[in-house]
């Protein structure tokens, strides 16, 4: 047994004498815990094990580190803000940071996005902004409207909100009929027409009027608001057509439907802008974020609020509550300063022009895989990729997870899969060697596995 007299620095750097008492996350425990994967530190665009191999990061931890890892800026802001004040109650008092921090999210935002309810996590950001959308209607004398729509394949995280509208069936197939009268818009993978498009493909635009569909089904008035991932990320990766997303836009105009943007991995540079709404040229309603917030250095999520939803709340009687909804840790102190000192990084080394500047090599590497054995569609936008496998007859998934571990074990490259789905979101950092990198032992853990 460790003793309590272990340094932390110690305990931090070394392999556990047990693996028993923590219930990991997403993980297939028992298989992990005979073979397990320990990342101890992290600078820059690599991670190092815990018998200290660097690791290349393609996935940005967890498409979180945009900036890279341990980025001096953020490191010394958390460091002082935890010296300066740990933790404040959030509810009838208030600290300065989350009120600056609120303002530099808007003035990065969609010109009509200007007020930010901050949360702890993308799942809580999701959960908020269904409860927003709620409140928003029945303010306006429109109780009526209660249904969301959501799509299949989506994540919008594991609230009991965010499993309602999201639509992976291995998520959701464990906890009973969650909230009732939510429905699905098709996802837009078609690899029939689609696979190994460069960039966004071509043909689906037309599946926006499912919307129309479920419309005609459950009348506009029973619908509170459409949520969608612009690229959906956990689902291995699926990108809209030209023109998909305006339309979902116009059908919402149309029947008083509120918009939502989960953009928890496509915000802050991911696809060339602040946010994918930019880069899509369709601003929702209202738009949830997450992970590269605070560049993944501490929890934060936080949903940006359009000004119509926004003063429809204000405009109750005074000294009302405006929205019953808050956690402990919302606007936290070290969250809030950590977010602060991501955006200065982000804005002093022009992150967010990275996936422009390097997205056309980035999809020619990626390309250059078509052809490798099992290898049936490669996506990419931004600085994203995905690169599908063929999934096995008897055992779905078991390919994708495969490589994984090989680029792991033996390639030391963090890849993310979902499925037979090669995800890659590496830190805006990244340069062109390390783009040839990845490519290169994806390449070869890919043939290696067959
Ligand atoms: N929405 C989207 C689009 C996500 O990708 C994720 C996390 N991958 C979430 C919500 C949930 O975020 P969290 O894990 O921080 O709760």
């Known amino acids: 047994m460790a003793s309590v007299q272990t340094p932390l620095s110690t305990l931090s750097r070394q392999r556990p004498d047990s693996l028993e008492a923590f219930w990991m996350p997403f993980t297939a425990n028992r298989q992990f815990k005979a073979a397990p994967r320990l990342l101890v530190r992290a600078e820059g665009m690599y991670y190092h094990d815990v018998d200290d191999r660097p690791i290349l990061d393609g996935?940005?931890?967890?498409?979180?580190?945009?900036?890279?890892?341990?980025?001096?800026?953020?490191?010394?802001?958390?460091?002082?803000?935890?010296a300066q004040l740990d933790f404040a109650p959030p509810f009838q008092m208030g600290t300065p940071l989350p009120f600056v921090l609120a303002q530099r999210l808007a003035a990065l935002a969609p010109a009509s996005l200007n007020h930010v309810f901050f949360t702890?996590?993308?799942?809580?950001?999701?959960?908020?902004?269904?409860?927003?959308?709620?409140?928003?209607?029945?303010?306006?004398?429109?109780?009526?409207?209660?249904?969301?729509?959501?799509?299949?394949?989506?994540?919008?995280?594991?609230?009991?909100?965010?499993?309602?509208?999201?639509?992976?069936?291995?998520?959701?197939?464990?906890?009973?009929?969650?909230?009732?009268?939510?429905?699905?818009?098709?996802?837009?993978?078609?690899?029939?027409?689609?696979?190994?498009?460069?960039?966004?493909?071509?043909?689906?635009?037309?599946?926006?009027?499912?919307?129309?569909?479920?419309?005609?089904?459950?009348?506009?008035?029973?619908?509170?608001?459409?949520?969608?991932?612009?690229?959906?990320?956990?689902?291995?990766?699926?990108?809209?057509?030209?023109?998909?997303?305006?339309?979902?836009?116009?059908?919402?105009?149309?029947?008083?439907?509120?918009?939502?943007?989960?953009?928890?991995?496509?915000g802050f540079g991911r696809v060339g802008n602040a946010f994918a709404a930019q880069r899509f040229g369709v601003t929702p309603d209202l738009l949830t974020m997450a992970k590269g917030l605070t560049n993944g250095a501490v929890p934060m999520g936080a949903v940006l609020v359009s000004d119509a939803i926004h003063s429809a709340y204000m405009q109750g009687p005074?000294?009302?509550?405006?929205?019953?909804?808050?956690y402990t840790y919302s606007a936290h102190p070290l969250a809030c300063a950590a977010a602060l000192a991501a955006l200065d990084t982000y804005a002093a080394e022009g992150l967010f022009d990275r996936a422009i500047e390097l997205g056309e090599y980035w999809q020619t590497r990626?390309?250059?895989?078509?052809?490798?054995?099992?290898?049936?569609?490669?996506?990419?936008?931004?600085?994203?990729?995905?690169?599908?496998?063929?999934?096995?007859?008897?055992?779905?998934?078991?390919?994708?997870?495969?490589?994984?571990?090989?680029?792991?074990?033996?390639?030391?490259?963090?890849?993310?899969c979902t499925g037979d789905v090669i995800a890659l979101s590496p830190p805006l950092i990244i340069d062109t060697d390390q783009i040839d990198r990845i490519v290169d032992v994806l390449g070869e853990m890919i043939r290696a596995t067959g």
Request: a neutral charge; glycine letters at 12%; proline letters at 5%.
């Open 59 to 82: 996935a940005a931890g967890l498409w979180c580190c945009n900036a890279g890892h341990a980025r001096p800026r953020i490191v010394q802001a958390i460091q002082e803000q935890a």
């Open 120 to 266: 702890n996590s993308g799942s809580e950001a999701v959960d908020s902004a269904m409860k927003i959308a709620l409140g928003y209607h029945r303010l306006r004398g429109e109780g009526q409207r209660t249904r969301f729509i959501g799509r299949e394949k989506a994540y919008h995280g594991v609230g009991f909100g965010g499993l309602s509208i999201g639509g992976l069936p291995n998520n959701r197939k464990a906890f009973g009929p969650l909230l009732a009268g939510s429905d699905f818009l098709r996802h837009t993978l078609d690899l029939s027409r689609n696979a190994f498009s460069p960039g966004l493909p071509r043909h689906g635009a037309e599946l926006a009027e499912d919307l129309e569909r479920l419309i005609a089904l459950h009348d506009a008035s029973t619908i509170a608001a459409v949520f969608v991932e612009p690229i959906a990320g956990s689902a291995g990766v699926i990108l809209p057509a030209p023109g998909y997303l305006q339309r979902l836009r116009e059908i919402c105009d149309q029947h008083g439907i509120l918009l939502v943007f989960d953009e928890v991995i496509t």
């Open 318 to 326: 005074p000294g009302a509550i405006e929205l019953f909804h808050g």
């Open 366 to 416: 990626l390309h250059s895989l078509r052809g490798l054995p099992n290898v049936i569609d490669i996506r990419n936008f931004g600085l994203i990729g995905a690169i599908e496998l063929a999934a096995r007859k008897d055992a779905p998934g078991s390919r994708g997870y495969e490589v994984f571990e090989r680029c792991f074990r033996d390639g030391q490259l963090l890849v993310r």
